[in-house]
């Protein structure tokens, strides 16, 4: 049991008594003890306080015997009251409140931010990626306790932003900024559970992209058909990579560098040219993307569509079109510098 939870008993059990006591002074007392009199003798009562009786239990044994059990029952109550309020305090659960208040608030200030669903065995790697790239995100999960051992165990994790609950409540991704999310990643070990979640976001907000983890293969054509944009399966992509290691070592170890450079923070990132961009016509030679931001482009896609060509190395005389976006290496710091320009 919570500790809220048990200071809601510890008051609920104490307001009881009093309610029960004020009733039994009234009926036991005789006509002549007003409502206020039962009630100012189950306080001095309750409370121990000690001053005169207002209901004489002097000549009353049957009123004296409820008395003894009011006072016995009441000091019980007041010690298992106390004993509760001090572990609220001491416990930190006040501070937890406060924390929770101001984190709501954050929340809701959030905007084209990333929703993670579950921070399992796979979910914290995805949050921990977030965090190296500086993205905004919220992350669900069922378990307090595995919120709690995950920001004391990371100094980094512990201004994580999070909610408490089932991911399948749409009510919970609402409280996670579902409507304003940029994109959800969903990570629960049940295939199940992720297709739920993906046909309540796909409802809730249309435009958002939608990445699944899917452990059987069969779930992924159903996951895509109810709206997510990808999916992706570990087994697969540890089957790849233990390839890799055998067929082009030096590349793994490349891309395993970059992960983990601790220096700097490099990245393979895109970057879409939105209809307001200044980058619009403009030849890609012009941008000087390597002086001003210190960048490498790989590739570009003429438009944003997921399958449209890519043109790999482009030439400085391409031209940008609206709608295009550029693939590109670099820091994180001068990958967000140039998003920012592009957007204008």
């Not at 510890?10 to 009199?37: H, N, W």
């Not at 005169?52 to 109550?77: A, D, P, Y």
């Not at 572990?87 to 208040?101: N, P, S």
């Not at 159903?222 to 089957?239: D, E």
Request: net charge neutral.
């Amino acid at each position: 049991m919570t500790v809220r939870r048990r200071i809601f008993v510890a008051c609920s059990l104490l307001l009881g008594l009093a309610i029960f006591a004020v009733i039994g002074y009234m009926l036991l007392g005789g006509p002549s003890v007003t409502l206020l009199d039962a009630v100012y003798m189950a306080v001095i009562t309750l409370t121990g306080v000690g001053y005169e009786e207002v209901v004489k239990t002097t000549h009353n044994t049957t009123l004296r015997v409820f008395n003894i059990f009011v006072v016995l029952f009441g000091v019980g109550f007041a010690v298992y009251a106390f004993s509760v309020l001090t572990a609220f305090f001491v416990e930190g659960e006040l501070r937890h409140l406060f924390r929770r208040g101001k984190m709501k608030r954050q929340i809701s200030q959030l905007n084209e931010h990333f929703i993670v669903c579950g921070i399992g065995e796979t979910g914290r790697h995805v949050m921990a990626e977030l965090q190296k790239t500086k993205m905004p995100h919220v992350v669900v999960d069922l378990s307090d306790h595995v919120v709690d051992r995950l920001r004391e165990t990371s100094g980094e994790n512990s201004e994580m932003l999070y909610v408490i609950g089932d991911a399948t409540d749409e009510r919970v991704l609402v409280e996670a900024g579902l409507d304003r999310a940029k994109g959800l990643i969903s990570t629960l070990p049940s295939d199940k559970d992720n297709l739920v979640i993906a046909v309540v976001a796909r409802h809730k907000n249309p435009a958002l992209r939608i990445v699944s983890r899917c452990t059987d293969l069969q779930y992924a054509e159903r996951l895509l058909k109810v709206g997510a944009n990808a999916t992706v399966s570990p087994n697969r992509i540890g089957g790849l990579r233990l390839a890799s290691e055998v067929l082009r070592p030096n590349v793994v170890s490349f891309l395993d560098l970059m992960l983990q450079e601790k220096s700097r923070t490099l990245r393979i990132e895109e970057i879409g040219l939105g209809a307001t961009s200044g980058w619009i016509g403009r030849a890609v030679g012009e941008l000087d993307l390597g002086a001003r931001y210190n960048l490498l482009l790989l590739a570009m896609k003429p438009t944003s569509e997921l399958h449209s060509p890519l043109i790999f190395n482009p030439s400085g005389s391409t031209t940008l079109p609206e709608d295009a976006v550029l693939i590109l290496l670099g820091d994180v710091d001068d990958l967000r510098q140039a998003r920012a320009d592009a957007r204008g």
